[in-house]
């Protein structure tokens, strides 16, 4: 599992490290490429998904309810550490409360349990992905004011995800060549936003902070034992059991570093969160699959 693990992580290291490189020896505007990501590529990746998911509704929901109150309890617990160790809530709060359950958690349970294991955490990252780009936004933002509703309103990736769901629980049929240049588009956004977080990185000069160790352990083992507490209160088992425990565990979504940046925000807090945590899931990783049995 060690080596799966920095299988299913390399590509995301050779896109930031290409990114960071490319910015070094060239001009790239990090903001540019943030911007470009979240507005048009992103959009189409999420509604590509939500509209052509065939999920069931007796499928999506005991992972869509444990994955819910994952994301409440982690926001709760998050927002009190933030508030311990005096940091920025519109950087912290986002990379301590979402995880990589996408880019890094969908192939690596493809790898681990098959298609039925990769299924249980499409639905689970769908979830936290609208989650990320609605209350994930509004903290990025300034919270819940007039003026984080209206960037609220004027996100694509908001958007994206009400028309995908229109689309999916309607009679509505896509043209096959739509479908298939949304998917085209879609593919480009793992490896741009990397690129992004890449050239932000040069941009940035990191002063590494005590706490980061502290939200480090948050993003592990808060993650892990909140989705233990989960799935106890709601009496999962098995594959599904497995999957979540894991899921919340993983390193930091990559995107709470680019949000920040696409909003005019600080990242390096979060963008630090991303890097190292991305790094230890090599290890992080093969011990979540451990303990979850």
């Not at 298939?180 to 593919?187: A, C, D, Y």
């Not at 690129?195 to 590494?208: M, N, P, Q, V, Y």
């Not at 902070?209 to 209160?233: D, E, N, P, Q």
């Not at 919340?248 to 600080?266: C, E, K, N, V, W």
């Amino acid at each position: 599992m060690l080596i799966s693990s920095l299988i299913q992580m390399m590509p995301i290291l050779l896109a930031i490290a290409g990114g960071y490189l490319y910015a070094h020896f060239f001009t790239a505007n990090s903001k540019d490429l943030a911007n470009i990501t979240t507005d048009l590529f992103v959009p189409a990746m999420i509604f590509h998904s939500i509209s052509q998911s065939s999920l069931s509704i007796k499928a999506v929901g005991e992972v869509l309810a444990s994955s819910s109150l994952i994301f409440i309890l982690l926001i709760a617990a998050g927002w009190l550490w933030v508030r311990l160790i005096k940091e920025n809530p519109r950087s912290a709060l986002p990379a301590l409360a979402f995880m990589n359950s996408g880019f890094l958690g969908i192939p690596l349970m493809r790898l681990w349990g098959g298609n039925e294991a990769m299924n249980i955490i499409v639905i689970f990252d769908q979830v936290q992905g609208f989650f990320m780009f609605s209350i994930g936004i509004l903290i990025i933002t300034g919270g819940f004011n007039k003026k984080s509703f209206i960037s609220l309103f004027y996100s694509p990736i908001i958007w994206a995800m009400i028309l995908g769901f229109g689309v999916n629980f309607s009679t509505i049929t896509l043209p096959e060549p739509i479908i298939n240049s949304l998917f085209f588009i879609g593919e480009a956004a793992s490896p741009l936003a990397c690129a992004a977080l890449g050239a932000s990185i040069k941009e940035t000069r990191f002063t590494f902070k005590k706490s980061l160790l502290g939200s480090l352990l948050f993003r592990f083992v808060g993650g892990y034992l909140i989705a233990l507490l989960t799935v106890s209160l709601l009496g999962i088992t098995g594959l599904t059991r497995t999957v979540i425990l894991v899921a919340a565990s993983l390193p930091t979504a990559m995107f709470t570093s680019i949000l920040p940046l696409r909003y005019g925000q600080d990242n390096q807090y979060a963008s630090m969160m991303v890097i190292i945590s991305t790094l230890l899931g090599i290890i992080t990783i093969p011990l979540a699959f451990a303990l979850a049995g």
